[in-house]
């Protein structure tokens, strides 16, 4: 049973003190309110004594019993633990990011410093409401961001998020019960309108100009591996006797260098290849070391995007009759998504694939390429009846 009181301060040395004071400022016409008669302690879970005063003992009593229910449900917050800033829970928050890359700890830093800090930093975590949030996301829809560009829909979700985590960050160290951080309408995400589906046909027109690379533009296009996985493979880690690629490191580029770090959402995995192409990689591991990287730059080491477009990418593509479709290397994701589903893959396939940490991710991008099964249920349903009817004997309505 947790320990909680109530003390009457009446006799007390410094209520009287106080109640003086109060009174010779009410002659004064001073409207504040009489110093609290009724003490309320308690010792909270880190066995430190806690105290609260209160005018009346009705109020007091009350707070006694809620107190008392909170401490003995695990449910007790400080009262004062709510008091602090929103800057010291998010520095704390992102200090405490350790499965995140550094890549993505510094985007993280940024919207922290760009958006949420000059707008919460000074709040109180407690005093923010759900309402607070609302209008806050209707400001980053309606305004300029800090390049004087209106912010799109996805720069938007990721602000929210960092909030969000800052805020459930208050939820876990017991500065809050609730996070005001959910259930609002973030903007649409366009990203989808901005997918282009190339055919087996463009795939391969695209990889037969794109010259010494044509193999890497292939591996993009039938794996759906991200730039920064792609750069990454190993010679080891291709196992092509399974026709597998196995993805467990990734390049990011951090302020101009490359580092090698863990795979986005941690998601290592294997990525399935077609027959012919597993062959065509053969040549590319013969007699190297398990430890080499599959695919280099010309001058050897890790391919570096910017080169990588300027000097091959983009001439293939517009040799390919593609340069309409603003077609970027990490659209080939889209590209292997769609042949995938049309070769009959499910959503998990797709997802391990892709690397997305759910289903529910690759439904949100890909679910309308999906073919539409209902006919194909109705079907199964209509033989399943119609089998039954015939051991039972029973009339078949004529179709």
């Not at 995140?100 to 975590?125: C, S």
């Not at 209008?135 to 799109?152: A, D, I, Y």
């Not at 000097?311 to 990490?330: C, I, M, S, Y």
């Amino acid at each position: 049973m947790a320990r909680v009181w109530i003390e009457d301060r009446e006799t007390h040395a410094d209520y009287q003190l106080s109640m003086e004071k109060w009174q010779v400022a009410k002659r004064q016409g001073s409207k504040r309110q009489p110093p609290g008669r009724w003490r309320v302690r308690w010792y909270g879970p880190d066995n430190k004594g806690k105290a609260l005063t209160f005018q009346k003992l009705p109020q007091a009593e009350a707070e006694v019993h809620a107190l008392t229910t909170k401490l003995d449900k695990g449910s007790y917050r400080d009262p004062k633990s709510g008091k602090a800033a929103v800057k010291v829970v998010a520095e704390e928050w992102h200090g405490s990011l350790r499965k995140q890359g550094r890549r993505t700890r510094d985007d993280y830093r940024e919207l922290l410093d760009l958006y949420v800090l000059p707008k919460w930093g000074d709040w109180q975590t407690a005093a923010i409401q759900w309402a607070d949030v609302d209008r806050w996301v209707t400001e980053l829809c309606n305004t300029p961001g800090k390049r004087g560009t209106p912010l799109g829909p996805d720069r938007i979700k990721k602000t929210y998020y960092v909030l969000s985590s800052v805020m459930k960050h208050a939820v876990k160290t017991h500065r809050i019960a609730a996070s005001p951080c959910h259930e609002h309408d973030l903007p649409r995400s366009d990203d989808q309108d901005d997918h282009v589906y190339l055919t087996h046909d463009q795939l391969e027109s695209l990889a037969g100009h794109a010259g010494r690379y044509a193999t890497f533009v292939r591996t993009l296009g039938y794996t759906g591996i991200r730039w920064g996985e792609a750069i990454a493979i190993k010679v080891g880690r291709t196992q092509l006797g399974d026709r597998r690629i196995r993805i467990l490191q990734a390049y990011s580029d951090i302020d101009g260098h490359l580092e090698l770090g863990p795979v986005k959402n941690h998601e290592k995995r294997s990525v399935p290849l077609p027959r012919s192409f597993a062959e065509e990689l053969r040549p590319l591991t013969l007699g190297r070391a398990r430890d080499a990287l599959l695919f280099t730059a010309p001058e050897g080491g890790p391919m570096r995007y910017p080169n990588f477009r300027r000097r091959d990418w983009d001439v293939a593509v517009k040799a390919a009759g593609l340069g309409d479709l603003n077609l970027t290397p990490h659209k080939l994701r889209h590209t292997a998504a769609s042949l995938a589903i049309a070769a009959g893959a499910d959503v998990k396939v797709v997802q391990t694939m892709l690397g997305h940490k759910s289903a529910a991710m690759t439904l949100d991008v890909y679910g309308h390429l999906f073919p539409d099964r209902l006919d194909e249920v109705a079907d199964a349903m209509d033989a399943g009846r119609t089998a039954a009817l015939l051991r039972l004997g029973a009339p078949i309505a004529a179709t």
